[in-house]
C-alpha cells in the first residue's frame, strides 16, 4: 500500500456520520485524520468485505460496534469513505451496493444492485418501458441497474427508491417520469458533451470529474476536515450540481445573470461565485457583495465566513446597497439623513401636494410613483429631463399641462427634504450616482456580486453599474427571480447599461421544497408571465424537485381562535414526532398579525422566537419562528405554517389601493408573489390556514 492517500467522502457517508452519537463522531474524525497521517499504520483496520457485490468494498472499526464502509482502490491509493453506522446496519447497506465509474457520464456512482428478478419484469409494465436499455445506459444508468429499473412499476416505487440510485442517475430518471422526453433530458443537461469526452480509467481521474464533485468532495487537510464534520448537513458548503459549479467557475466578458425559482440554489451560486472570484483579484481590489435588504446581507457574511478563510473575507465587503450608499454619501460629504420610514416619507409627499397648491386629478401616491419610477431614473434632476422621459410602464397617459404641475410638487417635496435634512433612500441613491459620474477616485471593486436581483430599482442598477466601472471581465454576477419580485422595483437590466445578452443561465433544479408544493406554489401565481430581469419572458416548465411530499393543507375556521387552537395543536404534534421547534416557522402578512400570533402563542405557555428584519436567525435561541413574509426571504424551515390567508389581507387592501391600472396590477402580482415566498421556505411540509372569509388567493 502506498503510504501516499487520496481520502474523499461521499454526501452520503456526512449524511449517516451526523446520525452518530457525539462521542463516535470525534472517534471517526479522529480516525480519519490518523489515517491521513500515517497509512500505513494504519492498514490493519481495514478489512475486506465478504458476501458483497463489490469487491472495493472494505469496512473499518471505529469503536465498539460501528464500522465505516469504504471502497479501496489501491493501485492509486483512493480511499472512498461511504457510509458509518453500527455495524449490522452497516452490513446491511453495503450488502447490494456497487461503487463504480459511469462508462457513460465518467463519475463516481455508489448505487444498489439485484442479484436476481425480485419480481417477473414485465417489459410493457414498467415506469420507464418506453425507453430501450440503451437509452437508460445513455442517461447514466449503469448496466448492473438495468434490473432495477424494469422492477419499477410507477412512480411512487420509484420516489421510495431514491436512495438506490446514484444522485445523478435518479435525477435524470426523474425527469423521464414526470413526462420530460428523452431529447428535452439529453439537452438538458448537455449529456452529448459528457458521452463524447474522455472516461476516467481509474477512481483518482474521476474525482475529477463534475458529475463526481456533486457526491463527492476530496479532504485535503486537518483544519478542512474539522470544518467538514462540525456541521456535515450544511451539503451546500461542500457540493455543488455540475449546473451551478458551471456557473461558478465559469468567466464572462461582462456582467452575467442567474435566474432560477425559489430553492434552485442561487444564493448559493452566488456565495461559491465570490470564493471562486477572490483568487482571481489584482493587488488592492475587492469584491462586493450586495444584496436587497440588511438581514440578508447578514445571512449571506454568516455563510461566506464557513467556506471562505479570514484572509479571503478581508477581500469581500458584504453589504447591503441601502447601506453601502449612507456610507458613501456620508464619507463625501453629506450631513443628511436617509429616511427608510416609508410612513414619514409618504406624510411629506402628501404635505407636498398640499403646500404646492397644484389641483390634480391624481393623490399623492401616484406623484410618488412617478417620481420613483420615471423622474429619479434620469441622468439629471429637471423639469425638460422629465418632459422627455419615456413612461412606459405607467399606466395613465399624461399631458404636458398636468406633468409641469406633477414637477412642481416634486420641487416642494424636495424642499421639504432639504429643510428637515433628510432622504428618501431613492433620492439618496440618485445622488449617490451624480457623485461616482465626477468622482475622481476609483472604487476598488473588481467584482460585484448582487443577490436578490428582482427586488433592485432602475435606479439601483444604474448605481451598481457606476461602481462596477467600466464593463471588464467577470464585472457583474446577478442572481434574481422574478417570482420572488415583492417589492415591485421591476427594472430592465440592458435599460440601465447592464448587457447580459448571450450570459443568461437558468437554474432548474430545486433542492430545498417538494416537487408537491413547487408545484402548488406556481399554481398560486396563477400563469402569470414573469421576465428574466432583462424584459425578457422567462420560461420556468422545465423545472423540477427532487424530493416528495404531501401537498399543502389548508384549513379555513370561522373565527381567529379556532386557528390559534388548530395551529398549537398541530405544532405540538410536530414536536413530540421529534421536530426540533427552531424547524417551524409561523408566517403573516403584517408586524400587526406577527405580533398577534406571538401574544397568543406566549400567552399560551409556547416559546416564540421572532425573526426581526434586524436580525439574523439565531440558532442559539430556541423556540417556535415567527416572522412576516418580507422577513422569511431567504430562509428555510422545515415545517412552515402561512396563516391568516384572509380576504383583504391577501392581497392587502392597502397595498393594491393605487389610482394606475399598470401599478395596481403589479402591486396585485407582488402580493401574490408574498405568497409564493412564504410558501417556498418550506422543506417538508407547508400549512396555509385563515378565518372568516378565505383569501381568493387561495380558495
Same mark, same amino acid.
Given at each position: 500500500?502506498?503510504?501516499?492517500?487520496?481520502?474523499?467522502?461521499?454526501?452520503?457517508?456526512?449524511?449517516?456520520?451526523?446520525?452518530?452519537?457525539?462521542?463516535?463522531?470525534?472517534?471517526?474524525?479522529?480516525?480519519?485524520?490518523?489515517?491521513?497521517?500515517?497509512?500505513?499504520?494504519?492498514?490493519?483496520?481495514?478489512?475486506?468485505?465478504?458476501?458483497?457485490?463489490?469487491?472495493?468494498?472494505?469496512?473499518?472499526?471505529?469503536?465498539?460496534?460501528?464500522?465505516?464502509?469504504?471502497?479501496?482502490?489501491?493501485?492509486?491509493?483512493?480511499?472512498?469513505?461511504?457510509?458509518?453506522?453500527?455495524?449490522?446496519?452497516?452490513?446491511?447497506?453495503?450488502?447490494?451496493?456497487?461503487?463504480?465509474?459511469?462508462?457513460?457520464?465518467?463519475?463516481?456512482?455508489?448505487?444498489?444492485?439485484?442479484?436476481?428478478?425480485?419480481?417477473?419484469?414485465?417489459?410493457?409494465?414498467?415506469?420507464?418501458?418506453?425507453?430501450?436499455?440503451?437509452?437508460?445506459?445513455?442517461?447514466?444508468?449503469?448496466?448492473?441497474?438495468?434490473?432495477?429499473?424494469?422492477?419499477?412499476?410507477?412512480?411512487?416505487?420509484?420516489?421510495?427508491?431514491?436512495?438506490?440510485?446514484?444522485?445523478?442517475?435518479?435525477?435524470?430518471?426523474?425527469?423521464?417520469?414526470?413526462?420530460?422526453?428523452?431529447?428535452?433530458?439529453?439537452?438538458?443537461?448537455?449529456?452529448?458533451?459528457?458521452?463524447?469526452?474522455?472516461?476516467?480509467?481509474?477512481?483518482?481521474?474521476?474525482?475529477?470529474?463534475?458529475?463526481?464533485?456533486?457526491?463527492?468532495?476530496?479532504?485535503?487537510?486537518?483544519?478542512?476536515?474539522?470544518?467538514?464534520?462540525?456541521?456535515?448537513?450544511?451539503?451546500?458548503?461542500?457540493?455543488?450540481?455540475?449546473?451551478?459549479?458551471?456557473?461558478?467557475?465559469?468567466?464572462?466578458?461582462?456582467?452575467?445573470?442567474?435566474?432560477?425559482?425559489?430553492?434552485?440554489?442561487?444564493?448559493?451560486?452566488?456565495?461559491?461565485?465570490?470564493?471562486?472570484?477572490?483568487?482571481?483579484?489584482?493587488?488592492?481590489?475587492?469584491?462586493?457583495?450586495?444584496?436587497?435588504?440588511?438581514?440578508?446581507?447578514?445571512?449571506?457574511?454568516?455563510?461566506?465566513?464557513?467556506?471562505?478563510?479570514?484572509?479571503?473575507?478581508?477581500?469581500?465587503?458584504? +453589504?447591503?446597497?441601502?447601506?453601502?450608499?449612507?456610507?458613501?454619501?456620508?464619507?463625501?460629504?453629506?450631513?443628511?439623513?436617509?429616511?427608510?420610514?416609508?410612513?414619514?416619507?409618504?406624510?411629506?409627499?402628501?404635505?407636498?401636494?398640499?403646500?404646492?397648491?397644484?389641483?390634480?386629478?391624481?393623490?399623492?401616491? %401616484?406623484?410618488?410613483?412617478?417620481?420613483?419610477?420615471?423622474?429619479?431614473?434620469?441622468?439629471?434632476?429637471?423639469?425638460?429631463?422629465?418632459?422627455?422621459?419615456?413612461?412606459?410602464?405607467?399606466?395613465?397617459?399624461?399631458?404636458?399641462?398636468?406633468?409641469?404641475?406633477?414637477?412642481?410638487?416634486?420641487?416642494?417635496?424636495?424642499?421639504?427634504?432639504?429643510?428637515?435634512?433628510?432622504?428618501?433612500?431613492?433620492?439618496?441613491?440618485?445622488?449617490?450616482?451624480?457623485?461616482?459620474?465626477?468622482?475622481?477616485?476609483?472604487?476598488?471593486?473588481?467584482? +460585484?456580486?448582487?443577490?436578490?436581483?428582482?427586488?433592485?430599482?432602475?435606479?439601483?442598477?444604474?448605481?451598481?453599474?457606476?461602481?462596477?466601472?467600466?464593463?471588464?471581465?467577470?464585472?457583474? %454576477?446577478?442572481? #434574481?427571480?422574478?417570482?420572488?419580485?415583492?417589492?415591485?422595483?421591476?427594472?430592465?437590466?440592458?435599460?440601465?447599461?447592464?448587457?447580459?445578452?448571450?450570459?443568461?443561465?437558468?437554474?432548474?433544479?430545486?433542492?430545498?421544497?417538494?416537487?408537491?408544493?413547487?408545484?402548488?406554489? %406556481?399554481?398560486?401565481?396563477?400563469?402569470?408571465?414573469?421576465?428574466?430581469?432583462?424584459?425578457?419572458?422567462?420560461?420556468?416548465?422545465?423545472?423540477?424537485?427532487?424530493?416528495?411530499?404531501?401537498?399543502?393543507?389548508?384549513?379555513?375556521?370561522?373565527?381567529?381562535?379556532?386557528?390559534?387552537?388548530?395551529?398549537?395543536?398541530?405544532?405540538?404534534?410536530?414536536?413530540?414526532?421529534?421536530?426540533?421547534?427552531?424547524?417551524?416557522?409561523?408566517?403573516?402578512?403584517?408586524?400587526?398579525?406577527?405580533?398577534?400570533?406571538?401574544?397568543?402563542?406566549?400567552?399560551? #405557555?409556547?416559546?416564540?422566537?421572532?425573526?426581526?428584519?434586524?436580525?439574523?436567525?439565531?440558532?442559539?435561541?430556541?423556540?417556535?419562528?415567527?416572522?412576516?413574509?418580507?422577513?422569511?426571504?431567504?430562509?428555510? %424551515?422545515?415545517?412552515?405554517?402561512?396563516?391568516?390567508?384572509?380576504?383583504?389581507?391577501?392581497?392587502?387592501?392597502?397595498?393594491?389601493?393605487?389610482?394606475?391600472?399598470?401599478?395596481?396590477?403589479?402591486?396585485?402580482?407582488?402580493?401574490?408573489?408574498?405568497?409564493?415566498?412564504?410558501?417556498?421556505?418550506?422543506?417538508?411540509?407547508?400549512?396555509?390556514?385563515?378565518?372568516?372569509?378565505?383569501?381568493?388567493?387561495?380558495?
Amino acid at each position: 500500500m502506498d503510504d501516499k492517500v487520496t481520502v474523499a467522502f461521499a454526501d452520503n457517508f456526512l449524511s449517516s456520520f451526523a446520525t452518530l452519537p457525539r462521542q463516535i463522531q470525534v472517534k471517526v474524525t479522529d480516525f480519519i485524520n490518523k489515517f491521513k497521517n500515517n497509512p500505513t499504520a494504519m492498514k490493519h483496520h481495514f478489512e475486506k468485505l465478504q458476501n458483497t457485490q463489490d469487491e472495493k468494498l472494505y469496512s473499518a472499526k471505529i469503536h465498539d460496534s460501528y464500522e465505516v464502509i469504504l471502497a479501496i482502490e489501491k493501485e492509486t491509493g483512493v480511499y472512498l469513505l461511504l457510509w458509518v453506522d453500527y455495524q449490522d446496519k452497516a452490513y446491511e447497506w453495503a450488502k447490494r451496493k456497487k461503487c463504480l465509474i459511469n462508462k457513460e457520464l465518467g463519475s463516481i456512482q455508489v448505487f444498489d444492485v439485484l442479484t436476481d428478478k425480485q419480481n417477473d419484469i414485465d417489459e410493457n409494465n414498467h415506469l420507464f418501458k418506453a425507453y430501450s436499455d440503451t437509452e437508460l445506459v445513455e442517461i447514466g444508468v449503469p448496466y448492473e441497474q438495468l434490473l432495477l429499473v424494469k422492477n419499477i412499476k410507477n412512480i411512487e416505487e420509484f420516489n421510495k427508491q431514491k436512495n438506490s440510485f446514484s444522485k445523478e442517475t435518479y435525477e435524470y430518471l426523474e425527469w423521464l417520469a414526470n413526462g420530460f422526453s428523452y431529447q428535452e433530458v439529453k439537452e438538458l443537461y448537455d449529456l452529448q458533451k459528457l458521452v463524447d469526452e474522455p472516461i476516467p480509467t481509474n477512481l483518482a481521474e474521476a474525482l475529477q470529474n463534475n458529475n463526481t464533485k456533486q457526491s463527492f468532495v476530496v479532504v485535503e487537510g486537518e483544519e478542512e476536515l474539522e470544518q467538514i464534520m462540525s456541521e456535515p448537513l450544511e451539503k451546500w458548503r461542500i457540493f455543488l450540481h455540475p449546473s451551478q459549479r458551471k456557473l461558478v467557475e465559469k468567466n464572462y466578458n461582462g456582467p452575467a445573470r442567474v435566474t432560477g425559482s425559489a430553492g434552485t440554489g442561487k444564493t448559493v451560486v452566488a456565495i461559491h461565485r465570490a470564493k471562486q472570484l477572490v483568487k482571481q483579484l489584482e493587488p488592492e481590489k475587492k469584491i462586493l457583495f450586495t444584496t436587497f435588504s440588511s438581514n440578508l446581507a447578514k445571512d449571506i457574511q454568516e455563510n461566506l465566513r464557513k467556506i471562505c478563510n479570514a484572509t479571503d473575507m478581508k477581500k469581500i465587503e458584504v +453589504i447591503n446597497l441601502d447601506a453601502w450608499v449612507a456610507q458613501f454619501l456620508k464619507l463625501n460629504g453629506y450631513q443628511y439623513t436617509i429616511s427608510y420610514d416609508n410612513e414619514k416619507i409618504d406624510e411629506i409627499w402628501e404635505r407636498a401636494l398640499n403646500e404646492s397648491g397644484e389641483k390634480i386629478n391624481y393623490d399623492y401616491t %401616484f406623484i410618488r410613483d412617478e417620481y420613483v419610477k420615471i423622474i429619479i431614473c434620469q441622468e439629471e434632476l429637471s423639469l425638460q429631463a422629465y418632459m422627455n422621459a419615456s413612461r412606459i410602464g405607467r399606466g395613465i397617459r399624461i399631458d404636458r399641462p398636468t406633468k409641469l404641475k406633477i414637477w412642481h410638487v416634486v420641487e416642494e417635496y424636495l424642499r421639504i427634504l432639504k429643510d428637515e435634512q433628510i432622504k428618501d433612500i431613492d433620492t439618496a441613491m440618485f445622488e449617490c450616482r451624480m457623485v461616482l459620474k465626477n468622482y475622481k477616485k476609483k472604487l476598488v471593486y473588481q467584482n +460585484i456580486i448582487i443577490d436578490e436581483g428582482q427586488d433592485f430599482s432602475t435606479n439601483a442598477y444604474k448605481l451598481l453599474r457606476l461602481m462596477a466601472g467600466e464593463e471588464h471581465q467577470n464585472d457583474m %454576477f446577478i442572481v #434574481g427571480d422574478a417570482h420572488q419580485r415583492i417589492y415591485n422595483k421591476k427594472a430592465v437590466l440592458s435599460k440601465c447599461g447592464i448587457q447580459v445578452r448571450g450570459r443568461g443561465n437558468v437554474l432548474r433544479l430545486n433542492y430545498r421544497t417538494t416537487e408537491e408544493t413547487r408545484k402548488y406554489a %406556481f399554481a398560486l401565481l396563477k400563469n402569470i408571465p414573469f421576465d428574466n430581469l432583462d424584459n425578457e419572458i422567462e420560461n420556468y416548465d422545465k423545472c423540477q424537485s427532487l424530493t416528495h411530499g404531501d401537498i399543502p393543507i389548508v384549513q379555513n375556521f370561522r373565527e381567529g381562535n379556532e386557528e390559534i387552537d388548530y395551529l398549537r395543536k398541530e405544532i405540538k404534534k410536530l414536536t413530540e414526532s421529534g421536530v426540533d421547534i427552531k424547524d417551524i416557522c409561523v408566517v403573516a402578512r403584517t408586524n400587526k398579525h406577527v405580533s398577534h400570533y406571538n401574544s397568543a402563542f406566549t400567552e399560551k #405557555g409556547m416559546r416564540v422566537y421572532e425573526i426581526k428584519g434586524s436580525k439574523t436567525d439565531d440558532r442559539n435561541y430556541e423556540g417556535l419562528r415567527i416572522a412576516t413574509m418580507h422577513r422569511v426571504k431567504g430562509l428555510e %424551515f422545515q415545517y412552515v405554517f402561512v396563516v391568516a390567508c384572509n380576504d383583504r389581507v391577501i392581497p392587502l387592501a392597502s397595498a393594491i389601493n393605487n389610482v394606475d391600472p399598470i401599478a395596481k396590477e403589479e402591486n396585485m402580482v407582488a402580493e401574490r408573489c408574498l405568497l409564493y415566498v412564504a410558501l417556498t421556505r418550506v422543506q417538508k411540509k407547508a400549512y396555509i390556514t385563515s378565518y372568516g372569509k378565505m383569501s381568493d388567493f387561495i380558495g
